[in-house]
């Protein structure tokens, strides 16, 4: 039974990311782990936007922010868009 619980919180998850596949096994994903995936920064002039779908039943979509992190599901799609600062 032991095993089962290890290998619920090891489930491997395919999301999307900017049209690109990642493996993720976490149940969590943040704003910052995002930009990480993706291999970018926000910087004094440029910040990012990060939206998402195909999430989990209870918020299908939505915007992972800073201070709000989601849930992650299997064939999740993200976005990450840079917009300049003005």
């Known amino acids: ?10 489930k491997e ?3 999307t990311i900017n049209g690109r596949d990642y493996k993720w096994n976490e149940k969590r994903i943040s704003f910052n782990q995002v930009l990480g995936l993706i291999g970018v ?3 004094t ?8 779908s195909k ?3 209870e ?4 915007e992972i922010t800073k201070t709000k ?10 976005n990450a868009k840079p917009n300049n600062k003005s």
């Open 1 to 10: 039974m032991s095993e089962e619980k290890s290998s619920m919180k090891n």
């Open 13 to 15: 998850y395919t999301i």
């Open 41 to 43: 920064s926000e910087s």
């Open 45 to 52: 002039t440029v910040y990012y936007i990060i939206t998402y």
């Open 55 to 57: 999430g989990i039943d």
């Open 59 to 62: 918020e299908p979509k939505g």
């Open 69 to 78: 992190d989601v849930k992650v599901k299997d064939g999740m799609i993200i």
